[in-house]
């Protein structure tokens, strides 16, 4: 049962699992450290450090979501909508404080 929480299902010696772990909090971690790049080399991408704690607990949340996904659905039919769920919550957050589609939290 504690093998089946962490998400290793028919995996026995846990590869996937630490693979997936890595390229989603690898892919996580670039992501975040994009707009630092990014301003290095175009004037128009301003960040400031509240921006960077903001954009890094929006992407915190968003993996600890997949991991949860992960863990909680045995399907892979489940889990991946639950992951489209979770990405599609996220870039819904991130326009809404980017330009405020909906709302006006970012402007």
Request: charged share 15%; hydrophobic share 55%.
């Given at each position: 049962?504690a093998?089946?929480?962490?998400?290793?299902?028919?995996?026995?010696?846990?590869?996937?699992?630490?693979?997936?772990?890595?390229?989603?909090?690898?892919?996580?971690?670039?992501?975040?450290?994009?707009?630092?790049?990014?301003?290095?080399?175009?004037?128009?991408v301003?960040?400031?450090?509240?921006?960077?704690?903001?954009?890094?607990?929006?992407?915190?949340?968003?993996?600890?979501?997949?991991?949860?996904?992960?863990a909680?659905?045995?399907?892979?039919?489940a889990?991946?909508?639950?992951?489209?769920?979770?990405?599609?919550?996220f870039?819904?957050?991130w326009?809404?404080?980017a330009?405020?589609?909906?709302?006006?939290?970012?402007?």
């Open positions: 049962m093998a089946d929480i962490g998400g290793n299902t028919g995996n026995r010696d846990g590869r996937g699992v630490k693979r997936w772990r890595i390229a989603i909090w690898g892919a996580a971690a670039a992501l975040w450290l994009l707009p630092l790049v990014a301003m290095r080399f175009d004037s128009g301003n960040w400031s450090a509240g921006d960077f704690v903001v954009f890094g607990v929006l992407l915190l949340a968003t993996c600890s979501a997949l991991e949860l996904a992960r909680l659905f045995r399907s892979r039919q889990q991946l909508g639950a992951g489209i769920a979770v990405v599609l919550g870039l819904w957050v326009a809404e404080l330009v405020g589609v909906f709302t006006n939290w970012g402007s």
